[in-house]
Nanobody, 125 residues
Framework: QAQLEESGGGLVQTGGSLRLACAASGLTLDHYSVGWFRQAPGKEREQVSCTDSGDGKKWYIDSVKGRFTLSRDHAKNTVYLQMNNLNPEDSAVYYC??????????????????WGQGTQVTVSS
């Protein structure tokens, strides 16, 4: 059974860093586009980053450009989201999702094939 599992969330102060991991089992992440999403209380889930399958293009929402970096570890079947210079507006539950469509931007949020359970990120002021 294919599964995604996020880890790496936690509590940090403004300006701090966290690295989230999205580890896959039962599927080869290289064959999928992978997105990172976040949802804060009372807000809709939004996509913050995405990578095409393989070593393809990466995309970031404007509010995280220059602060967040998405990368793949092919050997570990894992996708990472390095988050630097965090601020309270980044606080949310972060999810990763994988889709068989290889290009980012071609899949609506609710159409992603696989989702992780989420990891909480809290940034204190």
């Amino acid at each position: 059974q294919a599964q995604l599992e996020e880890s790496g969330g936690g509590l940090v102060q403004t300006g701090g860093s966290l690295r989230l991991a999205c580890a896959a089992s039962g599927l080869t992440l290289d064959h999928y586009s992978v997105g990172w999403f976040r949802q804060a209380p009372g807000k809709e889930r939004e996509q913050v980053s995405c990578t095409d399958s393989g070593d393809g293009k990466k995309w970031y929402i404007d509010s995280v450009k220059g602060r967040f970096t998405l990368s793949r570890d092919h050997a570990k079947n894992t996708v990472y989201l390095q988050m630097n210079n965090l601020n309270p507006e980044d606080s949310a539950v972060y999810y990763c999702a994988a889709d068989a469509v290889p290009q980012c931007g071609a899949t609506l949020i609710h159409e992603y094939d696989y989702w992780g359970q989420g990891t909480q990120v809290t940034v204190s002021s």
